[in-house]
């Protein structure tokens, strides 16, 4: 979906109350949003009861709605807020994301068994690698790499400088290309 469109189903929904427009807004923002909280609550059943709440909050703006630039980032801080908030009333004390594909594609039906099989190896060596990283790392990572947002709106979400981003991209790239390297050097 367009920025247009997303800022024409805002103001549909903030001044004239329009609920198939927040229908399609809720069902254009409810995957990403979904994966993002599973990644930092663990749990589906809070995840969904979070991004379910997140949206809902949408409609109660009203008219304030119409006021927010960044639709998309602004439910994403929402999101990860509401996570934060659940973990710190459960005493929880680490945030740690959940493993899902890092390749967006699938492998390729004209490939050799040998070339699947050692496509699975890397993304399974690629995943761990992820999962072995600090928790604030993996997030930065996942929000560059799987959200496809640059460091400024990664910043802005998280609170935290550029610099600090730009280290953690570097330390998880160098994790996953050590991991590679080793893993073709026992090949």
Known sequence: MLIKDILLLQ????????EQAYKQLFYHFYTS????AISIVHHNETAEEIVSDTMMNLWDLGTRLAQIEKLNLYLLTSVKNACLRHLSKKKLDTVQLSEHDFLAG????????ESQLMLSEIEKRI???IKDLPPQCRMVYRLIKDESLSYKEVGGILNISQNTIETHMRIALRKIR???LHYLSEK
């Open 106 to 113: 699938k492998p390729d039906t004209h490939q050799t068994p």
């Open 178 to 180: 050590l991991a590679l």
């Open 33 to 36: 949003l979904h994966r993002f």
């Open 127 to 129: 995943n761990e690698s």
């Open 11 to 18: 103001n549909r929904i903030a001044y004239l109350r329009d």
